[in-house]
């Protein structure tokens, strides 16, 4: 879809929009089930592999929101209306897959759509968040996946194997999973990460290390760039070989000229198509332990940052769910309302179990903050999509915490 907008929008020839309405079509269709109605909604990888994909869901939104605007009025084969919708409900799939307590944006969910799947942390879904999201909290995406190893994902000076010369290059390898050698399409994506947050000197220093791969690196042609040195491991069941490829060429060419993929514009040309969309973060208590006031039940106090919801009718409410013990299930018990500052900062007073079921210390919970505009959610929800919230504008990612 993004490589239809674009050729269309270079082009003005219908046939590239409408190519991009057709790949729409395919994704929203019902009898294909690639809609995931569970969790925080976004768009399945396929029917036979049901988790949800951050990396796929960070394409279509911004695919989405570029197809809607350029969707006649009048019905075709989707109306901008329910475009938009489903890029809505992608971003807030991406947006719950960000991890309060290191900034870092997990892969997706497991089979069941709904769990976050924590196992492997890929590199490309930090990039691509900065770009896709454009928000400035985002960048704590971005500075984790710059820390070096083992804080964050950045390898100082690893060995280029079998160069003509000895060459040693640093950057990210794929994922979490298998620290060791650099992988060049990830670096291609976080030097252009890099311009697009100001950071110099990450810019240069991965525009360097590209420029090395394609002088001197093994089957280097001088022109393109190879996937890797020798092998990079992604931690999901495939590898990265040395060969020459047209991913890491393509993003180290786009790196270079600052051109966002995403929104298909330049990267300090203008404002971010997402920058005036709310956020919501949940801070995280010392030690992940929120002192409980009572047992029955235990009330607690919550705290965390908004940016785009002061002067607006947005709210931001508190969403808990039992987890250890959970004798109520996998539900949201509690929706509670937060008192926000004029520095968008908010605090609200939580609460979990009852006056029947008594709180220990060690309990545990899992929480999310929730910016609605119009009616509050309400209890018992198993799920957070904005079918389950009609009123959904963004979410803050999920924090799993205990009592004492």
């Not at 969910?109 to 930090?126: K, N």
């Not at 996998?330 to 968008?344: I, K, S």
Request: glycine residues 10%; charged residues 20%.
């Amino acid at each position: 879809i993004l490589a239809f907008l674009g050729a269309w929008e270079v082009t003005g020839q219908e046939r590239w929009l409408l190519a991009a309405e057709r790949v729409a079509a395919f994704l929203l269709d019902p009898a294909q089930e690639l809609a995931n109605p569970a969790g925080f909604g976004g768009l399945r990888l396929s029917p036979a592999l049901t988790g949800v994909s951050t990396e796929n869901n960070l394409d279509v939104y911004p695919a989405f929101v570029r197809l809607a605007d350029a969707l006649p009025t009048s019905a075709g084969l989707l109306t901008a209306a329910e475009v938009r919708e489903a890029g809505h409900g992608a971003r807030i799939s991406c947006e719950s897959q960000f991890d309060p307590v290191t900034g870092a944006m997990f892969a997706g969910t497991d089979g069941t759509g709904v769990t976050t799947f924590r196992d492997v942390v890929p590199l490309d879904t930090q990039s691509w968040s900065v770009l896709a999201l454009g928000r400035s909290k985002w960048d704590r995406s971005y500075a984790w996946a710059r820390r070096d190893v083992p804080d964050g994902l950045w390898i100082i000076e690893g060995a280029c194997a079998d160069a003509d010369s000895a060459l040693a290059i640093e950057g990210p390898p794929f994922s979490d999973a298998f620290i060791g050698e650099v992988w060049t399409e990830g670096l291609a994506q976080m030097q252009l990460a890099a311009r697009a947050l100001g950071d110099d000197d990450t810019d240069a220093r991965a525009a360097a290390a590209l420029e090395d791969l394609q002088r001197a690196a093994p089957n280097a042609d001088g022109q393109g760039l190879v996937a890797a040195c020798s092998e990079v491991e992604t931690g999901f069941a495939s590898s990265y070989f040395n060969a020459l490829a047209v991913a890491p060429t393509a993003w180290a060419a786009m790196a270079s000229q600052g051109l966002d993929p995403f929104w298909f514009r330049a990267i300090d040309d203008e404002a971010h198509p997402a920058a005036a969309l709310p956020t919501v973060s949940l801070a995280p208590p010392a030690g992940l332990e929120y002192a409980c006031t009572g047992t029955r039940p235990c009330r607690f106090t919550a705290a965390g940052t908004s940016t785009g919801v002061v002067g607006t009718a947005h709210r931001v409410y508190l969403l808990v769910e039992p987890t250890s013990p959970a004798p109520l299930g996998r539900f949201f018990t509690q929706a509670a309302p937060a008192v926000l500052a004029a520095d968008g900062t908010w605090t609200v007073s939580g609460q979990l179990g009852d006056d029947v079921s008594a709180v220990e210390p060690g309990d545990g919970m899992r929480l999310v903050a929730l910016v609605v505009d119009g009616a509050a959610p309400t209890l018992q929800l198993e799920v957070v999509t904005q079918r389950t919230v009609p009123s959904l504008v963004t979410v803050s990612g999920v924090l799993d915490a205990r009592v004492r």
